[in-house]
């Protein structure tokens, strides 16, 4: 990973399952051309090299290191993980001199000041033995480092360097799967580069093992041993073997990406993987081993329809990343590496540079949004949903019993229970977030119905799941709707989100608890940005910084562009508080100084032990409360049915109906009646001689659906019955691992 200096605080290591790679036990000897190994190094420090330290950094770090070549303000002695001091010593210092003094473009280019300084750190890290609690740091973390200064200073690194260094490697091999194995094998691949007419070498260096070795990647635990050409050439094919799609761990079929389980995992894992495959792509481009065309279009379509998509204006939405949003900044820097990745691919990737300059251009608020990105998308694989505007962004994520929540690992997401369990995220700016998460309520995570006043469900790797398998969506690519059956410790509510052409209608239906705890469906908490707007009852209301309101009679309220419309009469609390916190309640090796920030929220109080209460509101983009009041006298939306069997919306202008069935049954309108007769979202779109008819089922349904509508009409899979005036309009839908999916069918009147 070449993308981030601060590696250990970011990158950790994935489970992803993936083919093996298969050889034959016996590897002949070929030669890698001496013009090959130069043109890959080079191709190395070229990417490793960016960012150097200018002259002032250097010399800064020159006079701060001690006698020995350490430096004070670095605990050498900890063992802990999350992050592991110790490697700041290679990340934070080796590695940039390393780079100043690799660079071409570096005032300190070769300075052989520099380079003894260089040396002398190196020995001190080469001399001792640092441990750590964590794996990954000693198989991965540190060899990783090592490799990258080592290319940096090519000829510089002795040859007792080499075989310490080596020592410090030994347990890189190949082994594992998904992004781990994708370190490793970079790490083996660079180690073939540094061994490259060094002979073959074990972890003591003796040369008399100079000859053929017989190996199998299967258990290739010995490659430290391998000659060089046959190393690189290994590491290279198992690169190349790590991109597929597949329905485990690892790239999914809608471009989203799990890992740990079927659990979403963009803004860590996801984009490491890409990072680290967009590198080696490069790198490798234009030799004997470059990646062939059918893998370079399935990083691309990874990159553009699955981690494009969750980025908004510089900074990546909370859904999209993970346990590791405990980290201060982390959505900027998702979303920088982001772009850093996509100007990469343009080299990697140049017959496909002009799709990724427009998603550069975008967040960098240079042009308008790619048509690529627009509109709606549901991960039908991860039960995310994304819809993107001209000027907004929405988002829900769900899980199930087999879909998992956010994981809590290593100290790291204590406080994120509820992260999956419909967290429904807001964007116009892009920071409308930015690190609220050490003063959030983390309760009241916004889009969730949740207790108020319980402590927070224990979380692990495993995150948590729902207890009911009814978790879906479906999308015609312009708009979409999202539900889930809510249950977990005594809570259950039947949630659905109806995204249409105005704005998202939230339904809830049936929410129940008999425990004796206040539930709340939270709307929104991030961070206030200027007065808030009321309108409650007749009067319209300014609510400044340290107030709050709440009331039956509150219609609607504006906050920083955006609207929300209350459809029916809720029990609704309005604060912009200070909120107080820190880092480390979230992340337990992170400060403890305490965090203030001004925060707005809003929610509905369903009380103590609610039974069957329900919820009806709207989130839409508004320019001003003028707007928010005018779409409020005369709103383009209806809400047909609301109930636990039933949750049914019109967008009137656009004749847009869309609907969850909770089980078969019939809903009858005005012009015509429509019967299901299984579980399945459906979303009907009306026009003089058409009816656009888009269904999908959750995935551990049964993935066949029947429609009778009113009417006659042809299309496929439809059947007219002339007596009774009604039309059956069949839909076989995927398996897995296409379970889920959508599917739409135009039918025509006649």
Known sequence: MRFNNNKQLF?????????????????????????????????????????????????????????????????????GVSPWPPLNHLGNYVLPLAKAFANPQSPDYRSSELAKAIHKSLDFWLIHNFTTQNWWEPDIGIPMT??????????????????????????????????????????????????????????????????????????NSNVLLMDASRLIRLAADTLKAGLLVQPGEGIQPDWSFHQHGDQLQFGNYGLDYACSEAEWAYILSGTPFQYPE??????????????????????????????????????????????????????????????YQEVIGFNKGESSQPRFLKG???????????????????????????????????????????????????YQYGNEYKDIFPVWDWHRIPGVTSYGDKELPKIGWDGLHNEDNFVGGMSDSLFGIAGMFFKRDGLQAHKAWFFGPDGLICLGAGVTS???????????????????TVKKGGATTK???????????????????????????????????????NWQRIHETSSSKEIQKDVFNLWIDHGSTPLNSTYAYMILPVKNEKALNSFAVNPAVRIIQNSSSLQVVEFTREKLLQMIFYRADSLKLNNFTISVD??????????????????????????TVHLIISGHYNGEGCVYYSQKKQTKLSFILPNDPF????????LYRQ
């Open 543 to 581: 609510l400044s910084a340290g107030k709050s309101i709440n009331g039956y009679n509150i219609k609607w309220v504006y906050q920083n562009g955006e609207g929300y419309l209350f459809l029916q009469k809720e029990n609704v609390f309005v604060e912009a508080i200070k909120q107080k916190g």
């Open 739 to 746: 379970a889920g999916k959508s599917e739409s069918k135009i």
């Open 376 to 426: 709606n998308n549901y991960y039908w694989r991860s039960a995310l949903m994304v819809s993107r505007f001209i000027d907004n962004y929405m988002s829900v994520r769900m899980c199930s019993k087999a879909i998992q929540s956010t994981e809590s690992g290593i100290g790291e997401n204590l406080l994120g229970a509820h992260l999956s369990d419909g967290a429904t995220f807001i």
């Open 11 to 79: 990158i950790w290591p994935f489970r992803l399952v993936i083919l093996g790679l298969f050889l034959p036990s016996y590897l002949p000897a070929q030669q890698i051309d001496s013009g090959t190994v130069t043109l890959i190094k080079n191709r190395i420090i070229e990417l490793e090299s960016t960012g150097y330290p200018v002259p002032d950094s250097v010399q800064k770090m020159l006079r701060s290191m001690n006698p020995d070549g350490g430096w004070d303000g670095i605990d050498y002695k900890s063992v």
């Open 678 to 703: 299984a579980a399945c979202f459906l979303m009907i779109v009306q026009n003089r001689s058409t009816l656009k008819v888009t269904v999908s089922v959750p995935p551990e349904l049964s993935n």
């Open 146 to 219: 090592l490799c990258n200064i080592f290319i940096l200073m090519g000829n510089e690194i002795t040859y007792d360097e080499f075989l310490r260094g080596l020592n410090q490697m030994r347990g890189s091999y190949i082994t594992q799967t998904g992004q781990n194995k994708i370190w490793r094998a970079g790490i083996q691949l660079e180690i073939g580069l540094i061994s490259y007419k060094r002979g073959v070498n074990n972890l003591i260096g003796a040369p008399q093992l100079q000859g053929q070795v017989r190996i199998s990647a299967r258990n």
């Open 514 to 532: 008999h425990q004796d705890y206040k539930v709340l469906t939270t709307i929104n908490q991030n961070l206030y940005a200027g007065p808030i």
């Open 294 to 355: 059918e893998k370079i279009s399935i990083l691309r379509r990874f990159i553009l329809n699955g981690l494009s998509r969750v980025v908004w204006k510089d900074r990546m939405d909370i859904n999209g990343l993970g346990r590791h949003a405990v980290y201060p900044n982390f959505q900027l820097y998702c979303g920088k590496r982001l772009l850093q990745l996509l100007q990469l691919m343009t080299k990697a990737d140049p017959s496909h540079a002009s799709e």
